[in-house]
């Protein structure tokens, strides 16, 4: 089967990519007005100022006051006006025509809402409620997501919605809530600026949140110990005071051999064990199995740099440990990250400054956009859609019966699993691109293509719309506000910039207007994002993540307000204009599960150590595919490439995937750099420039995932799932390279088009 319904270069031709290299900005462009708002990237959310004039953003201007960035930002931050006025701006509905070069053709925009309605009104008539499912995105607002959820389960009465941090930050999720009760970054990222050590794993920060660096370099300033863990000497590794070159997919074996020498040494705070957690001894006992050598043998790490990291960390009085996806992209994620948090709770370095714990959030609202019901197993305020006691208060707020709402549903690959046996006939997506970001994608590509319907909710024809049958006009983040939650867990306010052009609409319009035409708009008939934040604040209070004592008044007021933030005081009942909560776990804090007893989010009070053990992973190295592949990001590309494979100067500083090779498994190979090389799993083969670099392991090859077709990353990845959290392995799969005969097809059909 062809990989699309029609002619490529056609495709591209009216839709994209194409590249804005417009230059506006300049002093020369005085602008109606700056807004202050934030950038569309990353999870954290630096604060920007954008010039406007007329209805286009031109350029922008630094946010110093921002605290978070104090107006730095990253290549992507300060080209990301770019995307605006763009040439493939969707600025009308389209329907899918096979009859047409490109596949689409123009249809007004209430004749695309009335077939997207008539369409699930059929299958669900014909095939019940389950039949339609809904995929939403961690970059829409917290507003949008908690929309979406409701209009799954309210409107369509689905149980099948999840998102695309299912690719993101469920594994440091699972973990989170497994050993604090709550799922939040602990504190401040400024709480890193004074402290003594400082433990990076699996997070190439300089490329992926460069702000981030900013404050590593800061806390280099006044002293503090670098510990980087990785299988690529990442730039923040090369100044670092210790280099971890582990193998991947092997952290929580380092973890509990780390964990073993300071059990030993006698380096944990053994009061704080004994008065704020439980599991201690079976985590010891576990970790008492993995000895100096076992440890090294299993992780490719010195037995020395073991010693001197466990030295390092267990000695220090201050310290802060973050992770991002290098080790919670695993079928073994849950694990990985539970070993971070031992180490965290045996040092005993929680609840108080310049010491604490955190995951670095992927996406524009990873951290908003988890908390609030567009995962399958949850409801808003980070309540769980199997309790029936956080079941009936939403239905309370919702106005339905709570019988009436859907139990959980599946995970988002799960959910094509479904597509692709007939379970599911539609689908409905937002600012999701599952045919270049899901692993083992070529199979997505083969369930798209079996839907009975698909519509698509995004600004630009991503590769997944391709296959839609309804493209619906959506908003670009500064054509709209709305609220995210940033990295430290800071609610911020995006500010609306400009009005959608064309036939273009809000997402949250698109989705109350698929709902009225459904006939179905109970609970569909907000006039504003303001509107659907008050209803939110009033579904999160209680929960775990409380937002009821957050406006948008009081975020503007104070740059951001860290959750959980109250209405009313949690002991007393009285109304409160409470300032939110900047760190968590601090002595004589809040604890709402248990009333008020004890620190962390159970009925004790008490953190839990979880025994994180460690599994080889799925289609690991072997025999006949002999190398490891790892994948991740680039600085200057994000995510599937929608946005930034559009943004010219973006696509200059890195305008093709390359494969990363260490020279000497380079000159075994007889590659050379430059040279085309194909790497090739039990999946599937990309053929790619060598980069020949020396700052990567002698087994491991390494490869952006942000194209797409012939060039995607995610041909070669292994849908392997952790059992917990259901995040797919991307980090590590068995390949195997070679010198490549030929250059591959692409590379003439990109010097065409040039």
């Not at 369409?119 to 997501?145: D, F």
């Not at 260490?662 to 420039?689: F, M, N, Q, S, Y």
Request: hydrophobic share 35%; glycine share 10%; charged share 25%.
């Amino acid at each position: 089967m062809a990989e699309l319904p029609v002619n490529e270069l056609s495709i591209i031709g009216a839709f994209g990519p194409h590249l804005s290299a417009k230059t506006r900005g300049t002093s020369a462009d005085d602008p109606d007005k700056l807004v202050k708002t934030h950038c569309c990237f990353c999870g954290q959310q630096c604060g920007i100022q954008l010039k406007v004039r007329g209805n286009e953003v031109i350029g922008f201007e630094p946010w110093e006051d921002f605290p978070f960035n104090r107006g730095m930002l990253c290549p992507k931050g300060v080209k990301r006006y770019l995307q605006g006025s763009h040439p493939d701006r969707l600025l009308h509905a389209l329907a899918r025509d096979p009859s047409q070069p490109s596949g689409f053709r123009n249809i007004g925009y209430d004749d695309a809402i009335a077939k997207t309605a008539a369409e699930i009104a059929r299958i669900q008539k014909e095939h019940g409620p389950s039949s339609v499912a809904v995929l939403g995105g961690a970059s829409l607002t917290t507003e949008k997501t908690y929309l979406l959820g409701k209009f799954a389960r309210v409107c369509l009465k689905t149980p099948f919605i999840d998102y695309n941090g299912r690719l993101c930050m469920v594994s440091a999720g699972a973990a989170n809530k497994k050993s604090f009760g709550i799922d939040r970054t602990t504190n401040p990222w400024s709480d890193m600026v004074g402290t003594e050590v400082i433990w990076v794993a699996g997070s190439n920060v300089a490329e992926c949140s460069p702000i981030t660096t900013n404050y590593i370099w800061q806390a280099r300033e006044l002293g503090a110990k670098v510990i980087v863990q990785d299988p690529r000497i990442t730039p923040v590794a090369r100044t670092c005071d210790i280099f971890v070159p582990i193998k991947p997919g092997r952290d929580a074996a380092m973890f509990a051999g780390v964990l073993q020498l300071m059990i030993e040494n006698g380096w944990v705070d053994e009061a704080f064990i004994d008065q704020h957690t439980t599991g201690f001894d079976a985590v010891a006992a576990y970790c008492k199995t993995w000895d100096v050598a076992r440890t090294a043998e299993a992780t490719g790490v010195p037995a020395r740099t073991i010693h001197a990291v466990a030295e390092l960390w267990g000695k220090a009085k201050s310290s802060f440990l973050f992770h991002a996806r290098g080790i919670e992209h695993h079928s073994n994620g849950v694990q990985n990250a539970l070993g971070t948090i031992n180490l965290v709770l045996a040092s005993g370095r929680l609840g108080r400054p310049k010491s604490g714990y955190g995951t670095i959030v992927g996406q524009a609202n990873g951290q908003g956009g988890r908390e609030h019901g567009q995962k399958c197993d949850q409801l808003p305020g980070w309540r769980e859609i199997a309790n029936p006691e956080h079941r009936q208060y939403i239905a309370s707020v919702w106005g339905v019966e709570e019988k009436d709402i859907p139990g959980p549903g599946v995970d988002a690959y799960e959910l094509f699993r479904k597509i692709d046996k007939g379970e599911i006939k539609a689908l409905i997506a937002i600012c999701f691109n599952p045919k270049v970001s899901l692993p083992d994608n070529q199979f997505v590509t083969r369930a798209l293509e079996k839907l009975e319907f698909f519509a698509a909710i995004d600004f630009f024809l991503n590769d997944t719309a391709l296959h839609a049958d309804i493209v619906l006009p959506g908003s670009l983040q500064e054509e709209d506000e709305g609220t995210v939650t940033q990295v430290e867990g800071r609610v911020i306010k995006i500010n609306k910039a400009v009005e959608c052009p064309g036939e273009a609409r809000q997402d949250w319009i698109i989705i109350q207007d698929i709902a009225r035409a459904l006939g179905r708009p109970h609970g569909f008939t907000f006039d504003s994002p303001r509107a659907i934040f008050e209803e939110l604040r009033v579904a999160s209070k209680g929960g775990v993540a409380d937002y009821s004592g957050i406006t948008y008044e009081k975020i503007e007021r104070q740059m951001g307000v860290f959750w959980p933030c109250y209405s009313h005081d949690p002991k007393s009942g009285e109304p409160i204009d409470h300032a939110g909560t900047p760190r968590l776990f601090e002595p004589g804090s809040y604890n709402p599960v248990a009333k008020g007893a004890g620190r962390f989010y159970f009925a004790d009070g008490k953190a839990r150590f979880n025994v994180a053990e460690y599994r080889d992973p799925v289609d690991d190295a072997s025999a006949e595919f002999p190398v490891y592949l790892t994948t991740g990001r680039v600085v200057s590309q994000f995510l599937s490439g929608t946005q930034t494979r559009r943004i010219g100067p973006l696509v200059a500083q890195y305008p093709e995937p390359r494969l990363e090779i260490h020279p000497r498994l380079a000159e075994k190979l007889g590659v050379a750099d430059g040279d085309w090389a194909t790497c090739e799993t039990r999946r599937g083969a990309i053929t790619l420039r060598a980069m020949v670099v020396t700052t990567i392991r002698p087994d491991t090859v390494f490869i952006p995932y942000h194209w797409t077709g012939p060039k995607s990353a995610n041909r070669l990845t292994v849908a392997a799932q952790d059992p917990i959290s259901k995040i797919p392995q991307y980090k590590v799969c068995g390949c195997r390279v070679k010198k490549a005969d030929a250059a591959p097809e692409y590379a003439s059909r990109l010097e065409a088009q040039q």
